[in-house]
């Protein structure tokens, strides 16, 4: 079991879904770039060597049972990192997009700032990455809509570069948006009167493999996302009102 070294302990979670063409790069770009920091992959029921590759590379590896999708992997690796005492999780994804070198920028603002959560936001280096058509609108309409709730902007509502705090992860080891998990988690956070920032990161194409998300499933991530922040919004006013 990987267990933290110091009270500030940072642990990088990288889950993966038939990553085995990326993930050995992955992991070895974390360690290289931190090599004190312990590094678990969430193997998502992958049908290809993701395993294999990420203990190659000297990852900590959980190999779930069955596939639960990205959230309820993301919420597997927040319930044992919170178990096992870590005060900061940093998320990045098992495909290569997210650039390990930006990690210490996302914890720096995670220790140093009075904040729960830190995203690693692509918008905010004065350069816009190429996207497809889908994902641009996409991303155009959760700015309107978390400006509306959050009363805050969000550059990259979608992005998956992610850091939370011990408070944080307390909330999302107990409760976690299980399908593109991104915008609803903001919502719980703001729900809970915490607060979040946006660091400036560089996305890179994917190292191996072929995205999954089609034009189709855009639309479809568009209302799903809607669908569950109108249930989080519905929820808490409920108990508000009963409480």
Known sequence: MIRPQHPDSLMILIPAYNEGGAIRRVVTEVRTQLPQIPVLVLDDCSTDD???????AGAGVISVPYHLGLGGCVQAGYRYAYDAGFSYVIR?????QHDPRFIPDLFAALRHSPIQMVIGSRYLNGKVPATSFARGIGIWFFRQILRLI?????????SGFVGVNRQALEVFARSFPLEYPEIEALVVLQRRQFRFAEVPVV????????STITALKSFYYVLHVLLGVVVNILKYEGKRRKG
């Open 50 to 56: 993701t395993r294999t590759e990420a203990l190659a």
């Open 203 to 210: 996305m890179r194409p994917r190292m191996a493999g072929v």
């Open 92 to 96: 990045i994804d098992g495909d290569g």
């Open 150 to 158: 959050l009363e805050k902007e969000v550059h990259d509502p979608t």
